[in-house]
C-alpha cells in the first residue's frame, strides 16, 4: 500500500525483524553517511533451517559440506549475525534421513513399520558421551518425524517409512561419536525385521534401507573471546547502555553464525 517491495525467500518467518531492521541500518548508514573502514555487506541468507541446511550462508561463506569446512572466498573480516545477541559457542549438529522400504504389498512380509519401529527401539536406548563420562560436552539426540505412506488397500502392507534423526553437541569430537553410535542402529532395525522372517539384508525379499545424511550444521568453541567481532560488539552495548556488567557467556547457540565461527572469521 505504500509502495514497498514484497520479497519472496524460503524459511524467513522468524527472521522477518531481523530482516526489516538489516535494511533499517542500511538506511541509517546511507543517511548520516558514515564511512567505514572496510566495505560492510547486508546480507539475507535463505534456508537457515531443517532442509535447508543452512543453504544461504554455506553459499556466502563457501562451505563444503563433504570437506566440512568453509573458504571465504569473499575475505570476510569479520561477521555479525542479526539473529544472534552475543552468542559465541555455536552447537553443531547432524541430520540423517533413512527410508525403509517393503519389498512388495502382501501383508505377510516384512514391514517398513516394525523395522523403522526396531531402529527407534535400539536408538532409545544410546547413552549420550555427557550421559557416560563426567565433563563430557552435553550431547543430545531426538527421533524427530516419522511418517509412513499409506498401503494401496487395507489389507495391503505399508510400501515405506522415513524417519529422521538429529544429534546435536558444541564439539565436533563428541557430535562424530554419537554419530558413530547411531548410524549402525539404522540397518540394525533393517536386519531385525528380515530375520524375523528369514529374509536376508539385500535381497529382493527384505526389507531395503535407503540413508540420507542431509543435515550438517558445523560445531565451534571459541578457545579465546579477543576479537574484533566481539570488541564491537561489546562497545556497542556499553556505548548504548545496554550492558552493565561486561560479561561474554559461554553458553551455545544454534544460528546462520555456525558457518561463519567455524571457518574461522571472528563472528
Known sequence: ANGGVRIYVPGY????????????????MKKYKIQPVYDIWICGSAGEEGKGNLAGMKQLYGFDQKAGTGSNPLNFVANFGLEGGGVVNFLGSYRFEMKF???????????????????IALIADVK??????????????????????????????????SLEVDMRSPKKETLDEIRHTIEPMFRAGVTAENARLGRKDGSSEGISLELVWYGLRPAYNAESVDNVAIHAGLQSGIQLGALKDVVVGTGSGSLNDNVPANTGIPT
Open 13 to 28: 518467518g522468524d527472521m522477518m525483524p531481523s530482516t526489516s531492521n538489516a535494511f533499517v541500518l542500511a538506511a541509517a
Open 128 to 161: 549420550t558421551p555427557s550421559e557416560l563420562r563426567p565433563g563430557a560436552p552435553r550431547t543430545t539426540y531426538t527421533v524427530g518425524r516419522a511418517s509412513c505412506e499409506p498401503p494401496p488397500s487395507p489389507n495391503a502392507a505399508v510400501p515405506s517409512c
Open 101 to 119: 522400504k517393503a519389498p512388495s504389498p502382501r501383508p505377510d512380509g516384512p514391514s517398513a513399520p516394525a523395522a523403522m519401529a526396531a531402529a
